[in-house]
T-cell receptor
Framework: GAGVSQSPRYKVAKRGQDVALRCDPI?????LFWYQQALGQGPEFLTY????????KSGLPSDRFFAERPEGSVSTLKIQRTQQEDSAVYLC?????????FGPGTRLTVL | GDSVTQMEGPVTLSEEAFLTINCTYT??????LFWYVQYPGEGLQLLLK?????DKGSNKGFEATYRKETTSFHLEKGSVQVSDSAVYFC??????????????FGTGTSLTVIP
């Protein structure tokens, strides 16, 4: 596609529910990143994929967060047993060389 | 570790005013530096970048010069427009993203331009 797309754009979850956030990167981009952006803050790194391999997950805040990219294209970020502190915008980026191209994000609100 | 510090906002300017948004960084080696812009309801868009010292990135009338001696990458525009109203993020990365180099972002500076 022309750019990175993410779905859903908005998600409201009750505390304790599981959620799944999807990212479709730019076609042909090998590298994919997930970031978390809290209100009024800059994005913070969560995890990185090169093709289907998750090479860095050092930014995942807890073991409730899980990401996958099984075929090296679409990626899913899953959050289990959501908590209020998980409320944020989750950004996906795919990259070419040293530039990252961001999707519009998924705004997650946990009630 | 690597980090970016931006001037705090919000910033409010009249149309055609001069804009400066300060950005300084802490990093080892020779990072690449970026400015991203986020318009309301949209994702981050690359505005400009510079990959080595003394490089000047420019786009849409915005400019920023990579100053290694002052570890700065200040964003400037000579005459802002209402359409420039957005949040601006300064960022750095240590190398090609293909090797897993993440971006480090500042907290963002909100700019509002009034007619």
């Amino acid at each position: 596609g022309a750019g990175v797309s993410q779905s859903p754009r908005y998600k409201v979850a009750k505390r304790g529910q599981d959620v799944a956030l999807r990212c479709d990167p730019i076609s042909g981009h090998v590298s994919l990143f997930w970031y978390q952006q809290a209100l009024g803050q800059g994005p913070e790194f969560l995890t990185y994929f090169q093709n289907e391999a998750q090479l860095d997950k050092s930014g995942l805040p807890s073991d409730r967060f899980f990401a996958e990219r099984p075929e090296g294209s679409v990626s899913t970020l899953k959050i289990q047993r959501t908590q209020q502190e998980d409320s944020a915008v989750y950004l996906c980026a795919s990259s070419r060389r040293d530039t990252q191209y961001f999707g519009p994000g998924t705004r997650l609100t946990v009630l | 570790g690597d980090s970016v510090t931006q001037m705090e906002g919000p910033v409010t300017l009249s149309e055609e005013a001069f804009l400066t948004i300060n950005c300084t960084y802490t990093a080892t080696g020779y990072p690449s530096l970026f400015w991203y812009v986020q318009y309301p309801g949209e994702g981050l868009q690359l505005l400009l970048k510079a990959t080595k010292a003394d490089d000047k990135g420019s786009n849409k009338g915005f400019e920023a010069t990579y100053r290694k001696e002052t570890t700065s990458f200040h964003l400037e525009k000579g005459s802002v427009q209402v359409s420039d109203s957005a949040v601006y993020f300064c960022a750095l990365t240590q190398g090609p993203s293909g090797t897993g180099n993440q971006f480090y972002f500042g907290t963002g500076t909100s700019l509002t331009v009034i007619p």
